[in-house]
């Protein structure tokens, strides 16, 4: 059974810092790229950083950008992990773990159930 359970969300003040963790099961974890994105109130889903499957590369949407730093282990085969610093308003949302892999043309993607975080003094 697959899962993607992310943790570590909360509350946070602005110019704080948060980690949120997304672990993986019931598939091979190294062989998919990972996301995260999130859904601030009222807004559409909003995609806001990717690693490849092997971590060899990472990209992060410009609200972000320097503030955020996603990183996997797939040693661990479980764990993913985001450090969010400098935390704003706008920041705050659900944030959603995805998993994405296409084989032979043919997207697959894993989705979890979200963690939320609030940004407020």
């Known amino acids: 059974q697959v899962q993607l359970v992310e943790s570590g969300g909360g509350l946070a003040q602005p110019g704080g810092s948060l980690r949120l963790s997304c672990a993986a099961s019931g598939f091979t974890f190294s062989s998919y790229a990972m996301s995260w994105a999130r859904q601030a109130p009222g807004k559409g889903l909003e995609w806001v950083s990717g690693i490849y499957s092997d971590g060899s590369d990472t990209y992060y949407a410009d609200s972000v950008k320097g503030r955020f730093t996603i990183s996997r282990d797939n040693a661990k085969n479980t764990l993913f992990i985001w450090q969010m610093n400098n935390l704003k308003s706008d920041d705050a949302g659900v944030y959603y773990c995805?998993?994405?892999?296409?084989?032979?043309?043919?997207?697959?993607?894993?989705w979890g159930q979200g963690t939320q975080v609030v940004v407020s003094s």
């Open positions: 995805n998993a994405h892999r296409t084989t032979w043309g043919i997207p697959n993607d894993y």
